[in-house]
């Protein structure tokens, strides 16, 4: 089970985003990834293997963590990035997501 | 560039079954895990299962066990999602993917009455 906190984060732009996703046992090799997701739209993959950005990810967006406990950081808030942030477990079957963190204008 | 084509929206009574397509172009096909993922209104992502790359193992989430059959047809590569005795509760937009990696754009599937 993976539990993502908070529920809801408003902010705003500029500023910092933290995100968290804590997972009830250790995540096999950290296969821990981030999706963003947008109204009306598919989620696209952001983070893979906890840290790893994927291409064409602005720099803000990082990953880090090991074993349970991970964090999505975006370090200066763009318009586009309030959206749905899910996080998933991809180390052992089943390939839980997280409940997901609303990211708000504030 | 990787494209994976779904079909199209679906509605369908309570018991029936549905099966959804996703065509996937721009990459090998067969060597890739394909998943499905499912988005009730609303609500958050939730994974159903797995096929390997050759299509003879599958793996299921426990929820879904005894409903869902997940294949694949190399000849034209397509993967397939079959889910039966369709209750209310499995109205969702339904999303193929390429590992975690890559996604469909997603199958509205409405179940009712």
């Known amino acids: 089970v993976l539990t993502q906190s908070p529920g809801t984060l408003s902010l705003s732009p500029g500023e910092r985003a933290t995100l968290s996703c804590r997972a009830s046992?250790?995540?096999?090799?950290?296969?821990l990834a981030w999706h963003q997701q947008k109204p009306g739209q598919a989620p696209r993959l952001l983070i893979y293997?906890?840290?790893n950005t994927t291409t064409g990810i602005p720099d803000r967006f990082s990953g880090s963590g090991s074993g349970t406990d991970f964090t999505l950081t975006i370090s200066r808030l763009e318009p586009e990035d309030f959206a749905v942030y899910y996080c998933q477990q991809y180390g052992s079957t089943p390939y839980a997501f997280g409940q997901g963190t609303k990211l708000e204008i504030k | 560039q990787v494209q994976l084509v779904q079909s199209g929206a679906e509605v369908k009574k309570p018991g029936a079954s549905v099966k959804i397509s996703c065509k996937a172009s721009?990459?090998?096909?067969?060597?890739?895990?394909m998943h499905w993922v499912r988005q009730a209104p609303g609500q958050g992502l939730e994974w159903m299962g797995v096929?390997?790359?050759?299509?003879?193992?599958?793996n299921y989430a426990q929820k879904f066990q005894g409903r869902v059959t997940i294949t694949r047809e190399t000849s034209t590569s397509t993967l397939y999602m079959e889910l039966s005795g369709l209750r209310s509760e499995d109205t969702a937009v339904y999303y193929c993917?390429?590992?975690?990696?890559?996604w469909g754009q997603g199958t509205l599937v409405t179940v009712s009455s």
């Open positions: 046992q250790s995540v096999n090799n950290d296969y």
């Open positions: 096929i390997t790359p050759s299509g003879d193992n599958t």
């Open positions: 993917t390429r590992s975690i990696e890559y």
């Open positions: 293997g906890a840290s």
């Open positions: 721009g990459y090998t096909f067969t060597n890739f895990y």
